[in-house]
């Protein structure tokens, strides 16, 4: 079993599409970009594996009377899924999915829910997953990987954004499709490159 990290999917939310600063979404329409993270999911995410998405599912112009919309594009993606809320995600959402758990193959519930975070080990590091970037301050082997500010990055080397339009994706040796989470070694990767990449920029700025 693996995990995979990914936050800030917006499924639904139009107001996204073409692009800007804030949250790049280069599609037509909604249903493209439905279809393209589908993919870029299940490419990589099978049913044995958990994913954490730290919040903001979606932003559905109905609000709670699209949980149904929603819930039908999270049947489609493969793997248990651990929700930590976002600002976006109201209780009854949640209250819904946990209603209507589709349940994966083997019996067990598909979804989970935190409503602040979690904390995870793996490759020597703690990691308090959130959707709010944290301060940490000094710590050793603590990371935080968080969500919410789409396109943009905490210039500290331990806040690794994992949103899907995250701009700490760029740090990536191989570039993977819109919408994909990201494994434990990509992680590694993307912290090792950005605390080298903040190194330059205060060496620069001595």
């Not at 999915?97 to 083997?106: E, I, R, S, V």
Request: without cysteine; hydrophobic residues 40%.
């Amino acid at each position: 079993m693996k995990k995979f990290f990914i936050a800030d999917t917006h499924f639904f939310h139009e107001r996204l599409l073409g692009s800007s600063d804030f949250a790049p979404r280069p599609y037509e329409s909604i249903e493209e970009m439905h279809q393209v993270m589908i993919a870029s999911w299940n490419a990589v995410v099978t049913e044995k594996d958990t994913v954490y998405h730290l919040g903001d599912v979606a932003m559905h112009p109905d609000y709670d009377k699209g949980s149904q919309d929603i819930l039908d594009i999270l049947r489609q993606l493969q793997g248990k899924i651990v929700f930590i809320k976002g600002n976006h995600d109201s209780r009854n959402f949640f209250n819904f999915l946990d209603t209507h758990d589709p349940k994966l193959a083997n019996g067990e519930a598909k979804f989970a829910f935190e409503d602040v975070g979690a904390i995870v080990k793996f490759n020597h590091h703690q990691y308090y997953l959130t959707h709010y970037p944290m301060l940490l301050g000094q710590t050793v082997n603590i990371r935080n990987l968080h969500g919410h500010i789409h396109h943009y990055s905490v210039p500290i080397a331990d806040d690794i954004n994992v949103g899907v339009d995250a701009p700490e994706r760029d740090f990536l040796s191989q570039p993977i499709p819109f919408g994909t989470p990201l494994t434990e070694n990509q992680i590694d990767e993307i912290a090792e490159k950005k605390a080298q990449e903040l190194a330059k920029i205060r060496d620069a700025g001595v």
